[in-house]
């Protein structure tokens, strides 16, 4: 009966892992140096950050971007500096033999700014022509080409990733290898073992600065998405807090409104229908706003949160958690401007937390620093200044996780503020908030 083997697949199941080894490296070989050989890649400049630039000063940074081109520039001077020297000792001074002993290597460095991998094949390739030109005792490489390939090959390499750096060596050990085997005749000095081990050092420098440049890479990008990440976790656990907060504020107010509205109607003596059902209405509202409340809001409640027992605090509970700085040794003054009213609880709850996260700061982050709370109540809203000196003493600061500051803008925004917090001009640091609060919602 006719089947298929299960064990193998269409594509791959006639190939042995050897086979397709050898087929993925001959298809990585001609992706790198092959198919790469003709493609456009001009040596980008650096820029004015760049690590490679910081032994100059600032001043020359900015104008250094071409400095990649210029030792590029000086490494094919130096070719043409070696093969110009051996000119005297070619019997053709003139002529093609000019032309390519001098001129091929020097081109296949300058090559390397803008096709890297066919500057690689020119430098190989023209390496017997320039040594049987110049009449050279060591083979296969004169001495102008030996600089040129070993130039090519770091460039190459620098420009490209290292398992081209290894691609290259293998050929150019593949080269060195036929050339002593089937050119040489034993009538020059073979110096393909120069080369080899020459360019296996650089090589191996170039590809592990690669490797460690690309790890770097990784890990700054890395990091930049657990920064990212980080601030979307603490955005989100400073926004469940406030909502859990905000949550007893608004769902104690709908009690409030749905017993006074069941309450009113007893108020009255014979009260019309109409009074009643009206009152009636506002009461069902007011429990149905309720449960959906806490049916949308309930989910940001974790499984050990526990309602607290008492009160919110208010702004009139500022003085309690100034002292309670203070005895923490904390050097704090408290400033009240303007004409003190009652503000809706949501805001007097959020301008509290916003003092409690500021002084908190203060104590871990400039300890042993004064502080200065100043409260202005004006006709618009409520105004907030909370400022500190610089840290003094032996004790270190600690680090922060960054979530008071979130938390604070967090607040600030949903209650429609504006709110700064920089640098103070003596080193310390200074928070300063804005909440607009309407003259109907300050009576309420």
């Known amino acids: 009966m006719d089947g298929v083997n299960p064990t193998q697949t269409p594509d791959t199941g006639s190939r042995s892992p050897e086979l397709r080894m050898a087929m993925d490296a001959l298809g990585g070989l001609r992706a790198d140096l092959v198919d790469a050989a003709s493609a456009y890649r001009p040596l980008p400049g650096l820029a004015p950050d760049s690590p490679a630039l910081r032994f100059l000063p600032k001043r020359i940074r900015p104008h ?227 449960t959906e409340l806490r049916r949308i809001l309930g989910v940001v409640r974790a499984e050990d949160y526990e309602a607290p027992d008492a009160p919110q605090p208010t702004l009139a509970d500022l003085d309690g958690l100034v002292a309670n700085v203070r005895e923490a040794g904390l050097d704090v003054a408290l400033t009240v401007t303007g004409a003190v009213r009652e503000l809706p609880q949501g805001v007097e709850l959020s301008a509290y937390r916003i003092v409690q996260e500021a002084l908190s700061n203060v104590l871990r982050h400039a300890p042993g620093a004064g502080a200065k709370v100043e409260l202005g109540y004006v006709l618009g809203g409520l105004g907030l200044r909370i400022v500190n000196g610089p840290a003094r003493g032996l004790v270190k600061p600690s680090p922060g996780a960054g979530h008071g500051i979130t938390g604070m803008r967090e607040r600030v925004t949903m209650l429609g503020g504006e709110m700064t917090a920089e640098p103070a001009e003596d080193g310390g640091y200074e928070v300063t908030v804005f909440i607009p609060v309407q003259r109907e919602e300050a009576a309420q």
């Open 64 to 290: 250094a971007g071409l400095l990649p081109h210029a030792v590029v520039g000086f490494l094919a001077l130096v070719t043409f500096l070696f093969g110009f020297d051996r000119i005297n000792a070619i019997d053709a001074r003139f002529g093609l033999t000019v032309l390519v002993y001098c001129v091929v290597p020097t081109a296949a460095v300058l090559l390397t700014l803008v096709r890297p991998a066919l500057a690689f094949w020119v430098s190989l390739v023209s390496t017997p022509f320039v040594a049987y030109l110049g009449g050279y005792d060591g083979w296969p490489w004169a001495p102008n080409s030996f600089a040129a390939h070993l130039f090519v090959l770091v460039i190459v390499a620098m420009r490209t990733r290292p398992r081209t750096a290894g691609w290259m060596w293998l050929l150019t050990a593949g080269y060195a290898g036929f050339t002593a085997f089937f050119l040489g005749m034993g009538r020059y000095t073979f110096n393909g073992a120069e080369m080899l081990f020459s360019s296996a050092l650089l090589l191996l420098a170039v590809a592990i600065f690669q490797i460690r440049r690309q790890a770097r890479q990784e890990v700054t990008a890395q990091q930049t998405v657990t920064a990212v990440e980080r601030s979307k976790r603490t955005l989100l656990e400073e926004r469940t807090t406030i909502a859990r907060e905000l949550h007893d504020v608004v769902a104690h107010h709908m009690s409030v409104v749905a017993i006074q509205a069941e309450a009113a109607p007893y108020r009255v003596e014979n009260p019309p229908p109409e009074l009643e059902q009206a009152f009636r209405t506002i009461r069902e509202n007011a429990v149905a706003a309720l």
